[in-house]
C-alpha cells in the first residue's frame, strides 16, 4: 500500500515528537543527582516485565483457561499484575514517607479491592461468554436437524397445531381419515 503526503507527513511528524521526548527523558535523567540509579531502576522495570511478568502471565494463561477463554483471562492477568506492579513500591517501602500525604491511602486494602474487582468481572464476563457459547451451539443443533431456529414461543405454537391436527384428522369419502395423514405420515411412517 502506498504512502500518501499526509500519511508520510504525520509519520515524520510523530517520528520527530518521538525523538524530542527520548531526548527529554535523557536530558532529565543526566539532571538527577544520581542518574546511575535512574537508569538501573528502568532497567529493572524492563528486566521485572519482560523477563517475569510477561512470561509468568502467558504461563498462567496457558494453564488456567481453556482456548476459547484465553485471552480473557490472559486480560485479567495483565490488568492484575500492572494494577500490582504500581502499588508495590508504595506497599513495600521502607518506614514513613518524607511527606506524610504522599501516601495517604490504605494501598494494601485498595489493592486488594481492585484485584477482587478485576475477578469478579473477569468471571462475570467469562460466564456470560459460556452462556453465549452454549445458545449459539443449541442453535447450531436445531439447524443442523433441517430446522430453522425459531424462538420458544413459535416452537410451542407449531406444536400445538400439530397436536390439533393429529386429535382432529381430515375424514374421507367413506368416513374415515384420508391417506397419508395422521401420525405415522408425520413421523416418517406410511400412514394408517
Known sequence: ???TDAQLVLRYALGGLGLGLIGLGGWLVAAEPDPAGVLLWLAGAVVLHDGVLAPLVLAVGLLIAAPPARGLWRGALIVAGSVTLVTLPLLVRPGEPPNPSALPLPYGRNLAIVLGVVGVVTGVLYLVRRRGDSVRRRGELVQRRGQPVRSRGESVRRRR??????????RGPEGGRDRGQGRGRERGGTGD
Open 1 to 3: 500500500m502506498r504512502n
Open 161 to 170: 397445531e400439530r397436536r390439533e391436527r393429529r386429535e382432529s384428522p381430515a
